[in-house]
């Protein structure tokens, strides 16, 4: 499963980013290319990865000429390798071209949060944990990424301030603590709403049990200081490991028994996966 793509977001997102590189028009294209000539362009894969993006690009060439034709050869969250064809268009070359850069740009850091995702996934295979993005996205984009996530295997964290209570260190500093939190919480949020609480050792982890939290996120813990927390814990709660967290400390973070790993840099510094489009 993953979150859907409506046509209002994509357009939405789509129509400002073809304003922001088209402005008034794309004086290259007109200037040099006669109006009345048509094109095939293929999108080819210059590395291996997982393609996330599809139905964006389309709505890019499809806002410049409904009648571009986007014919994906792969599927989306297919695997492709080095030199493999994405997707071939056909039609006049003026939208085209215009849309190239637009089309790309989405496709290429859609398809690296993908690649990205489906590494962490893959490396916890086996465990129990689950690995979750953050609300470190693009402004603007964050449906689009979590989306991409999902594209990639992994699964999302909540989508913004107002779908969850993830109460955070500063939160507890201004209620007067966590137990104070977590009561507040309690009593403004519906009963069909987890209460998650950020807790940074074995005190805070008592106090938030005993305040009724369902959700301890270990924050910026290595995999020793986690593995007895989640022991202590036991069924009490769900445990959640965040900050810090990378390819090469994952693999014992996830053995050390927490139930979700929340990863920002599958979002907010991800590379892009490298994407050209080629016309003839």
Do not use: C, W
């Amino acid at each position: 499963m993953t979150l859907p793509l409506s046509l209002d977001l994509l357009d939405r997102v789509v129509q400002e980013a073809l304003a922001e590189d088209v402005g008034a028009g794309d004086i290259t294209t007109v200037a040099t290319v006669p109006v009345e000539a048509h094109a095939e362009a293929q999108i080819v894969a210059k590395a291996a990865g997982i393609i996330a993006g599809l139905p964006v690009a389309q709505r890019v060439f499809y806002h410049l000429d409904p009648a571009v034709e986007f014919r994906p050869v792969v599927g989306e969250g297919a695997a492709v390798r080095a030199g493999e064809t994405i997707a071939r268009l056909f039609g006049r070359a003026h939208p085209i071209l215009t849309g190239e850069r637009v089309a790309l740009n989405f496709l290429q850091h859609l398809s690296g949060i993908a690649t990205h995702t489906a590494r962490f996934v893959a490396l916890v295979q086996g465990t129990r944990a689950r690995i979750t993005d953050t609300r470190k996205t693009v402004p603007g984009l964050r449906v689009l990424a979590k989306y991409a996530v999902r594209v990639g295997g992994g699964h999302n964290h909540r989508l913004g301030l107002y779908d969850a209570v993830l109460i955070k260190e500063n939160h507890a500093a201004a209620a007067g603590g966590i137990a104070a939190a977590v009561a507040r919480a309690r009593g403004f949020a519906p009963h069909t709403m987890r209460i998650e609480v950020e807790v940074r050792d074995m005190r805070e982890v008592e106090e938030a049990l005993a305040a009724g939290a369902d959700i301890l996120l270990l924050d910026n813990l290595t995999a020793e200081q986690i593995r007895p927390i989640v022991e202590h814990i036991g069924a009490r709660a769900l445990t959640e490991a965040s900050g810090g967290i990378t390819e090469e400390n994952v693999v014992a973070i996830a053995a050390a028994g927490v139930d979700i790993i929340s990863v920002g840099a599958l979002t907010h510094s991800v590379p892009a996966l490298d994407l050209s489009l080629l016309l003839r």
